[in-house]
């Protein structure tokens, strides 16, 4: 059934910029490869332009959308795709772990609350078997960087450690959507890890967002100003082979992950740390 209804207002808040390009609404869903069984979430259906598509390629599509008038506005689309479920809530409290195992989700993301949206998904990674998004370019760089980059940061650590492929897709312009956002766009896709502990992932984050947050000095330094005892530091960094005079973004994801799993069993005080970078 057509959308017929008047357009709501846009509202700037809620991030939207509604895709119009058919061309890219097609790459996106073909990118999530989808299984005519699978079950898809998308995140912010917005106007419906890829909502469209995904109830034709699945056979159950849960759509979750903040803006109450655009969930008025989708009701015709519910009762033509029958497939298909539109919740009205907020993306970052929404109960994921409802979803069935394997869940896809493709989305274009609301950029204002990209990253904690992403942080929020991968919490909940043991449902997804990937993640097709949209997100600002600048944002698809830093979660793909390598070592010894610009873009390379806590970010891009901390999801590379948290999924088997991270990979940056294609790059969207601002003329693909309307109103045009300011900045260029891409698509990524992510392939969570299923084989984490909570205790270890926890313990990785700490030891993540502490040694980025001096990014100027070296990591024993950082680790030192967040209140560890150097020796100890560097006794777990020696036993990790990692130079002491090394700076956190010259560190592979690998190496991080060694690091935390010492410093979690060798240092008294690393439940003290922030938890927030
Ligand atoms: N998918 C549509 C498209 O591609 O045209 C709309 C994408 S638009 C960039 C982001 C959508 O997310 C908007 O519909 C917006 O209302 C919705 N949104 C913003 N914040 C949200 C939140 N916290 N939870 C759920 N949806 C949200």
Redesign the pocket.
Known sequence: MPLTSPRPRR?KS???????DPNT?RKIIASADLDPEATVC??????????VGLCQSVSSVVA????AE?VHYLHPLTESCLNLDVQH????A?AYDRLPEGTVVV???????STP?LFRLLEHRDRFSRLIL?LQWEVARRLAARPNTREYGALSVITQYLTQETTLLFKVSPTC?SPRPEVESAVIRLVPRQDTNQEETAGFLRTVRTAFRHRRKTMANSFREAGWALPGVHAALDQAKIARTRRAETLTVQEFSVLATILQHTVPNHDALPKNG
């Open positions: 509202k809620l991030g939207q910029h509604f895709l119009t609404i998308e995140i912010g259906p917005g106007r419906g332009a890829l909502t979750v959308e903040m803006d655009l809530g907020d993306a970052l929404f989305a274009n993301l609301p950029y204002n609350i949206l949209m959507f």
